[in-house]
């Protein structure tokens, strides 16, 4: 079976990380965290639900905006997957049809994929309708894939 990797980014969201992982470690075949600022309940937390933790800071530089650099630590994360395929997620993200993965992962074995197409949903209103989206086509297998498939 195909395997994957959940690579994640984050500093201090030991909640969000709970929840993430409540959600949908189940079914990927590891789980990789760049702790962005040496949180030591992030990654103690993260250590105790068996997420390789990689602490590492990446400061702005003259092309970024914001206080880090999420571009390089989200792929230095990316670097240490060891599955084919990665799926990547933010701390605040929750997976709603995670078991459709295995599916996906049936799916990706018996296709010759190259790219998946994935919709990014950042934003609904308190009826649930999408008012801010877009689509990407990546060789990474995102978290929105599963929205955009179901």
Not at 70 to 78: D, G, H, L, T
Not at 113 to 130: L, P
Request: with cysteine.
């Amino acid at each position: 079976m195909v395997k994957i990797s959940l690579c994640l980014i984050g500093a201090d969201e030991v909640d969000g990380l709970n929840a993430l992982l409540d959600s949908v470690q189940e079914y990927v075949d590891e789980v990789i965290l760049v702790s962005t600022r040496g949180s030591r309940e992030l990654e103690d937390t993260a250590l105790r639900r068996n997420v390789r933790v990689f602490p590492e800071y990446f400061p702005k530089n003259h092309s970024t905006y914001g206080e880090f650099d999420f571009a390089s630590a989200r792929n230095s994360s990316f670097e240490k997957a060891t599955h084919e395929f990665i799926m990547w997620a933010d701390l605040d993200d929750i997976i709603t049809n995670p078991e459709r993965l295995l599916d996906i992962k049936k799916d990706l074995l018996t296709s010759n994929v190259d790219w998946i197409w994935s919709e990014y949903i950042y934003h609904t209103d308190k009826s649930g309708n999408v008012r801010a989206r877009h689509w990407r086509a990546s060789r990474m297998l995102c978290t929105q894939v599963l929205n955009a498939l179901f």
